[in-house]
């Protein structure tokens, strides 16, 4: 683990007792851990917009009878398979399949991907979730 260091922060109060009340709902034991993480989080979304290297988690709920939507998603995705790490495939009901796709690359690909799986017609709904990648940094 890299050195820790300390700094004061000075904030309203208002302010304080409103993150005091979101980091105990977010289950947080300190601010200290709360405050680590929104900066990460704001570094992601850094990387995210400069595209840089991330990794991204998309999901997306299809209807698998829509005519032709399985074998354009499938050429999407070879479109894109150096970003491609895994795909997990679950049938959720008759009608409607859950894809699970992981993605390691640059975060502006990773966008073009999802966006062009939302796209497609019968592709009820899509999300797409970035993170970190490497511990050099942050
Ligand atoms: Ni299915």
């Known amino acids: 683990m890299s050195k820790l260091y300390r700094f004061g922060v000075s904030l309203e109060k208002p ?3 409103a993150f005091d009340r979101h980091i105990k709902r977010q289950n947080y034991k300190n601010r200290s851990e ?15 917009k400069e595209g840089g290297i991330v ?3 998309i999901v997306m ?13 499938l050429d999407i ?4 398979q150096e970003l491609i790490i895994s795909t997990q495939h679950i049938h959720l009901t008759h009608h ?10 640059k ?5 073009q991907l999802s966006n062009s799986l939302q796209s497609l017609v019968g592709v009820k709904h ?10 050099g940094t942050f």
């Open 15 to 17: 302010l304080i007792d």
């Open 34 to 48: 709360a405050i680590r993480d929104l900066i990460r989080s704001e570094l992601v979304k850094k990387q995210w």
């Open 55 to 57: 990794a991204g988690v």
């Open 61 to 73: 709920n299809y209807n698998h009878h829509k005519r032709e939507l399985v074998s354009k998603m």
């Open 77 to 80: 995705q070879h479109d894109f």
């Open 96 to 105: 409607e399949c859950l894809e699970i796709i992981a993605a390691k690359g």
């Open 107 to 111: 975060a502006d690909e990773i966008e």
């Open 126 to 135: 899509v999300s797409l979730s970035i993170s970190a990648v490497g511990d």
